[in-house]
């Protein structure tokens, strides 16, 4: 069940093929949208029933990344607009569970690996290879949230 949680996001989010061109502009998605509409500062500030400043003071704070979503999806609302939110993996989320599983893996080879040499039972290159391998899928088959306890 677990698998189908990330497989299901990484489909979805592929289907919306987001890119680079998704990406906040510069001066913020506020300044972007209002210059596209044509609405001054002053204007969206009346429409939102704040001052001109504190216009100005909301998009300064998203350019910094410091808006609140209640204050974006307000001022989007003013504008006709709604606020669509989301978090992008880079890659896929199957990939960095896969990264996560190797992590896990090397480091707990290590360890072993360590010791059966200290107890001069040191196995081949590639046993240990395969070893790993075998150790990285059972860790994605196995509970997920136990995979992050390991940093």
């Not at 990406?23 to 044509?38: C, D, F, Q």
């Not at 002053?42 to 029933?49: F, N, P, R, S, Y």
């Not at 090397?106 to 395969?130: I, N």
């Amino acid at each position: 069940m677990k698998d189908i949680a990330y497989k299901h996001l990484d489909r979805k989010l592929a289907k919306l093929g987001l890119t680079d061109v998704l990406a906040r502009p510069s001066r913020g998605w506020l300044h972007a949208v209002r210059i596209a509409l044509g609405i001054t500062s002053t204007q969206l500030a009346k429409c939102m029933g704040l001052t001109q400043p504190t216009v100005v003071a909301m998009e300064k704070a998203e350019k910094r990344g410091s808006i609140s979503l209640e204050t974006l999806e307000r001022a989007a609302h003013a504008m006709n607009c709604k606020v669509v939110y989301t978090l992008v993996p880079n890659g896929s989320f199957e990939e960095t569970i896969k990264n996560q599983a190797r992590k896990v893996a090397k480091k707990r080879l290590k360890y072993v690996g360590h010791t059966m040499q200290l107890e001069d039972q040191a196995v081949s290159p590639a046993t240990t290879a395969a070893e790993y391998e075998r150790l990285v899928e059972e860790l994605m088959r196995g509970n997920l949230r136990r995979l992050w306890d390991e940093q």
